[in-house]
Each structure stands twice: as structure tokens, then as C-alpha cells.
């Protein structure tokens, strides 16, 4: 479609920054304000992710005309500018070029910015015609043969918006001392209505405008445009960026009948998300691994594209070796780089938990809500078929891998399941602690998403403590687990030992809500085992 726009078509819009320098290493800070702000050009904002060292992907997306809005399918094509530089005020600006974007896509733009130094902070904007974007500030990774004494990750999932405000990705970004953020999943949610803030459509999300329409309602969240800004995001997708309980031929949450083809609605999920993620892809592979020098490599899984279908709760078929969650070539790619990786520490971006995790027998009104919390029917179940505990072969398969070949340091990060957990992962959850642990797992509440207090109805730490015991009880493999709390959590990492710290929100109706310090767990080098330790990580 030709370029159609002028001064006078062009939605006018400027960005101001006011921008902090790089502190500690990590990414500076840059705030905007909008010069037109009810309808500007660059209204979704501006993103960075998956840092290399020489490059970073650069996001934004343009309306150039009033009526290309998102998902409309509307509107002319358009060649968005984009600069990087290493001061706010871009008089070095270090490279540049041009992303001719329209209709097709959305009117989304991605570029990679490459020919960048490594370990080091920019700032970058885009331009249409008049029109200036907000500034972001962003940071590529540490050269690969870098010996590093200290990495910061900001680590968060499951942001449903209807069930909160996300006052957690704004204590993200005004940190000011992370290297990225990552998110495991469910960044946003297909599901219609909603009792605090409404989703757009109202209608659960089927067609490709629909998914459009979605990302671009979580991308108007001004907490989430602040994050994107600030730092980049390094994410995955879990089950709800396509419908509830995916698996690679439907989803518990699709209906043929009534929604189509469930591999059509599939596709549109992921031409939608990768329009409007800052990830890298290849076709429709979203698993990839990045590397932050000799300190930690990132391996960042899809646990939902490849999967076989979920067992039901009591089924042997969890056993079945021919059953995969992520899949053959998927699970071979990790296997391998986990046995050649340079790296200290593996760090494994899982969107499902992979601890092994027995429901304890419980009293009707408090085993309710937990089987609910888990995804289970309320008649009961010893495991969790959503998770690894669903998929025992290829978990064996992985776990073996790391026992066999004495890889050590290795961390699971990991989302889903709207509570906090930190647990030792044994070869033989059955024999623990005679059983080795063979890596250690970090769990991380969800942004917004219901938890146990939110499904049964009352105040936080009525119930949720005698869930908490009697889940530490029956799986002692599991140092700690909260099932009331919602927030954030930083990911400290050095050649001693990495630190998981948990920070919990006052309350998620409040957009301004504070969020505190609420628990801190440590795996020191060649351990595989997650120790309590009483405060944060100190400023790196």
C-alpha cells in the first residue's frame, strides 16, 4: 500500500525525555511526556528485548492515520524512523535506519539494532515524519568470553488485566539497577469482562483482530508502557497468550464447535504476538537462548507449541514416555546446550513448574480453592497435569541429562501458577532428601492473576497458611511456597551463589500501590540446594 500522510494527517505527537545515566551497569532510566497525549502517533509506547552483544530488537508501534487503529486492518503504510544513541539528548546517535510497517502488520515495527557495544547502555526513539516517540533506554548483553562479577534480573508472569492494576512492572521500572525483565508467561489474557478494569473487546479473543486489539489494550497500560521503556523484556509465552490449558491441537479453553479451528485461532495468537512482543523468532519458534558472558546463559522454553494433550488428574498416562511437553526437538535443543554450555550458570526460563508437586489431602473448603489455584476439577487429584508433573518422561529425560553429566548451577525460573515457590529439584522426588538435587527452582507470583485468596473469597492469610504447611509437609523437596501474594521479584546472579527476592503488592486494585520486601532464597555455586536468607540482594 503506497505512504499516505502528510503534516496534516499525521496525529502530532513529541516526546520529552528527562533520563538518568546507567548505574552499576545497568540500564538508565528515561521518563516522557506527551506533547498531544489523547491521540499521539506513538500512543503503545516503545519496547526493547532479547539483548545480544552487538544488538537489541527496538519496538513501537505508529497510527498514522485516525483510523489505523489496532486490529482494524485500516490505514496507509508508513516508514518509522528509528535512532540509537548513547546519550538522551542524541547528539552520538550510534546507528539508525528505517521500517516501512502498514495494515498487514498491524502498523507494529521491529528493528534490530545492531553494530552496538557490548555491555552497554543507549537510548533509541522513533520518528514519523513530525512525530517523536517517547525515548526508551535499553542494554545490550555482556560480550560471550566476559568474565562478570554480577547480572540483576527483574522476573514476573501472569498479568491479567481485569483482576488488577500493575503497580508491579512499575516498581520494575523505576529501579533502576536491571539488566532486563524477564517474563514467563501469560502476559496478557484471552478471556472477556472483568471486574476492575474491563478487557477490550469484551469478548473472550478469537480472530487475529481480536488478539490485536488485546495486546494493544495491555500496551496502553501506562505501568507496563513505563517497563517496556525503561528496560528491555526478554519473554515467553505460556498458555493464556492463545486460550487456557494450550496444548499443540486445542486448548481446554477452545470450543470448535463454536470458535473454529482451533490451528487457525492458534496462528492468529502468534502473528498477533509477535507483531507486538519485542522477541526474537524464528517463523513460529519463540524457545531461543541468550548469553550474558561466562556468569549465566538464558534459555527461554515453549512449553505449549509442542505439547502432547494434558492426562486427566488420576491417568497413568502421565508416565507415558511417548507424551511430551516440549517436545523432541525442542527437548534435545536444551539437553545439548546444557551439556556444551560456557557458561556458569543455566538459567531456564519455564513457564510451568517443574518441581514435583503432590496435593495434599485436605479439608473441602480449603482443597477447593488450592485444586482450583492448580487448574484441577474439584473431584480431586494427586498432581498437577498442566506442569512437568503431567510429562514424567521428559522431565525424567531432562533431569537425567543434568545428574549424568554433573551439570551443576542450574536454575529454573519459573511462572504459571500465581504463587510464590522455592524448591530443590530432586532426581527422585519419591527418595529427597536421600535423592540428589540436581537443580534448584524459583517461582514467581503472578502480577495480577487470582490466587488463593482472590478464588475463595477471603482476606489474604486466612486460609493460605495451612495450604502453605501442608503442601511443605507432604513435598519436602518445597522450601517455601505462598499462595496469596502478588507482585514482582528480582533475580540477583554471581559467581557465588544466585538470589531470588520476592516483593509483594499492598494491594492490586490500587494503581499506586507500594510493594515490600516479603522473602529472599539463595542457591550457592555447586549446591543445588535453595537456602532462606534474611534480605535482598545488595545494589550490584
Not at 498 to 515: G, H, I, R, T
Request: aromatic share 8%; hydrophobic share 40%.
Amino acid at each position: 500500500m503506497a505512504e499516505v500522510f502528510d503534516r496534516r494527517s499525521v496525529l502530532r505527537a513529541s516526546g520529552v525525555a528527562a533520563a538518568g545515566v546507567a548505574v552499576g551497569g545497568a540500564v538508565a532510566t528515561a521518563s516522557s511526556v506527551w506533547a498531544e497525549p489523547d491521540e499521539p502517533v506513538f500512543a503503545h509506547g516503545v519496547a526493547s528485548g532479547d539483548p545480544l552483544p552487538d544488538a537489541v530488537l527496538l519496538w513501537t508501534r505508529v497510527t498514522p492515520t485516525p483510523e489505523s487503529t489496532p486490529g482494524s486492518g485500516q490505514g496507509p503504510s508508513a516508514t518509522v524512523i528509528w535512532e540509537i544513541a548513547t546519550d538522551a539528548a542524541f547528539a552520538n546517535i550510534v546507528s539508525s535506519g528505517g521500517v516501512t510497517t502498514g495494515p498487514d502488520r498491524d502498523h507494529t515495527v521491529k528493528a534490530d539494532a545492531t553494530g552496538l557495544a557490548p555491555a552497554t547502555s543507549y537510548f533509541y526513539r522513533f520518528r514519523l515524519a513530525d512525530a517523536v516517540s517517547a525515548v526508551g533506554t535499553t542494554r545490550t548483553a555482556p560480550a560471550a568470553d566476559a568474565a562478570l562479577a554480577h547480572l540483576r534480573f527483574g522476573v514476573v508472569s501472569c498479568s491479567n488485566l481485569p483482576q488488577g492494576h500493575f503497580a508491579a512492572y512499575r516498581y520494575l521500572a523505576e529501579r533502576g539497577d536491571l539488566d532486563a525483565v524477564l517474563h514467563l508467561g501469560d502476559y496478557l489474557y484471552e478471556g472477556g469482562g472483568g471486574a476492575i478494569r474491563p478487557h477490550e473487546p469484551a469478548h473472550e479473543i478469537i480472530t487475529l483482530a481480536d488478539y490485536r486489539q488485546r495486546h494493544a489494550q495491555y500496551k496502553g497500560d501506562e505501568h507496563l508502557r513505563r517497563l517496556h521503556a525503561a528496560v528491555p523484556v526478554i519473554a515467553t509465552w505460556d498458555d493464556h497468550e492463545v486460550a487456557n490449558d494450550a496444548w499443540s491441537g486445542g486448548a481446554e479453553n477452545h470450543q470448535p464447535d463454536t470458535e473454529g479451528d482451533y490451528a487457525a485461532r492458534k496462528a492468529a495468537a502468534h502473528q498477533a504476538y509477535f507483531e507486538w512482543m519485542p522477541v526474537r523468532n524464528e517463523a513460529d519458534r519463540v524457545y531461543r537462548r541468550l548469553r550474558f558472558g561466562l556468569l549465566a546463559e538464558l534459555n527461554m522454553l515453549d512449553l505449549r507449541s509442542y505439547r502432547s494433550q494434558q492426562a486427566k488428574p488420576f491417568d497413568d498416562d502421565v508416565d507415558d514416555p511417548n507424551r511430551t511437553i516440549t517436545g523432541a526437538e525442542q527437548l534435545a535443543w536444551l539437553r545439548d546446550g546444557l551439556v556444551g554450555s560456557g557458561s556458569q550458570w543455566k538459567l531456564i526460563g519455564n513457564s510451568v513448574m517443574m518441581a514435583p508437586v503432590l496435593v495434599p489431602p485436605l479439608p473441602g473448603d480449603l482443597l477447593g480453592p488450592l485444586l482450583e489455584l492448580l487448574g484441577l476439577p474439584r473431584d480431586g487429584g494427586v498432581v498437577n497435569p498442566d506442569q512437568w508433573d503431567g510429562y514424567a518422561a521428559d522431565r525424567r529425560r531432562l533431569l537425567d541429562t543434568l545428574a549424568d553429566n554433573g551439570i551443576r548451577d542450574t536454575v529454573f525460573l519459573t511462572g504459571d501458577i500465581h504463587s510464590s515457590w522455592a524448591c530443590d529439584v530432586p532426581r527422585d522426588a519419591g527418595t529427597y532428601p536421600l535423592s540428589e538435587s540436581v537443580a534448584v527452582e524459583f517461582v514467581a507470583t503472578s502480577v495480577t492473576s487470582d490466587n488463593i485468596d482472590d478464588i475463595a473469597g477471603v482476606p489474604p492469610r486466612t486460609i493460605g497458611p495451612v495450604i502453605e504447611s501442608a503442601l511443605t509437609t507432604l513435598n519436602r523437596h518445597v522450601k517455601w511456597v505462598e499462595v496469596d501474594s502478588h507482585g514482582a521479584c528480582v533475580l540477583d546472579v554471581t559467581p557465588a551463589a544466585v538470589q531470588m527476592d520476592w516483593y509483594f503488592l499492598a494491594n492490586k486494585e490500587d494503581p499506586a500501590s507500594a510493594l515490600s520486601h516479603a522473602r529472599s532464597y539463595r542457591v550457592r555455586a555447586g549446591t543445588q540446594k535453595v537456602r532462606r536468607v534474611g534480605s535482598p540482594a545488595a545494589a550490584g
